[in-house]
């Protein structure tokens, strides 16, 4: 493959069209998709399609694209990394995905130990979909994939699971809510409003089921997939939330709401994911060893 070739698609993919990238790499048109051409003819797929007066990416023009922004990537890393002062140590580099059904400020707590090492840490954090995550996993484009559920057989992907800890849960709600909640808790929760996790975060699945066991039909107000969201819209006392209780304390402090109650048969189970058997990433050893020693001791 010609290098030169793909970094003239992969150019003009970002910018949108062949005069902006010509101006961008200082050639002409005919030059910049005469190149292009060549690469398509060694790949044996269009990557371009013309829309109205503009190009468009083909299927295969996406897959291509993802692969030339990673090799792109780690050239500028190689040669920032050989430019680097004699003398001068190299961060670490360290890429960790975060499932978004992860609380935020677990997350936080998680991921902190890995900017404590010695060494210096550069740390780039992607917040998505675990199956996406994971799968970014086996591409080496990530590090470490924090979530609430171990990667299954199911998905395909050769990876292995770190047990950092559990946590059972606690209930929430703003003051001026609580003074308005009937009976003791979870007979509480009958007909309460509440905010709730979104269908596939694993604590819904078993809040859902807890609920029946006690025959409580709460309100239903929202569903969230960003925790933090559902937490601030607890903080303003449009429903009863569910949180870590390990974060209990900090829950209060920051949302300056109360506990209702307490539940030792709903647990939050954290992962640290990973494609090595033996951990031997520095920043993923100091998560496991804080989150094991210190946030999830018992």
């Known amino acids: 493959m010609n290098f030169k070739h793909l970094r003239y698609f992969w150019t003009t993919a970002k910018a949108g069209g062949i005069m902006r990238a010509g101006e961008q790499l200082n050639t002409t048109p005919q030059t910049l998709s005469g190149q292009i051409k060549q690469l398509e003819e060694w790949l044996g797929h269009d990557l371009f399609r013309k829309r109205g007066r503009g190009l468009e990416l083909t299927a295969e023009g996406r897959v291509a694209l993802g692969y030339a922004e990673q090799i792109f990537t780690l050239g500028d890393e190689l040669e920032k990394s050989i430019r680097l002062a004699r003398g001068q140590s190299r961060p670490i580099t360290f890429r960790v995905g975060v499932a978004d059904s992860v609380a935020k400020s677990v997350a936080y707590h998680l991921l902190e130990p890995a900017m404590g090492l010695a060494e210096q840490v ?107 969201l559902m937490n601030a819209f607890g903080r303003e006392g449009r429903g009863v939330f569910t949180s870590p209780t390990v974060l209990e304390e900090e829950t209060q402090a920051q949302f300056g709401v109360e506990v209702i109650g307490r539940s030792t048969e709903l647990v939050e189970e954290f992962f640290a994911i990973s494609v090595e058997r033996r951990i031997s990433h520095p920043c993923v050893a100091a998560i496991t060893k804080a989150a094991r020693s210190d946030l999830f001791a018992t």
């Open 122 to 228: 550069h740390m780039t954090c992607h917040e998505g979909k675990f199956p996406e995550l994971v799968a970014q996993l086996s591409l080496n484009r990530l590090d470490l994939v924090l979530a609430d559920e171990p990667v299954s057989k199911k998905i395909g992907v050769k990876a292995f699971n770190h047990g950092l800890g559990t946590s059972s849960m606690s209930f929430f709600c703003a003051p001026a809510l609580r003074s308005q909640l009937q009976g003791p808790f979870p007979k509480c929760l009958h007909g309460a409003p509440m905010l709730i996790q979104g269908p596939m975060s694993s604590v819904r699945q078993q809040l859902d089921h807890w609920f029946n066991k006690h025959q409580l039909q709460p309100r239903l107000v929202g569903e969230f997939d960003d925790s933090a």
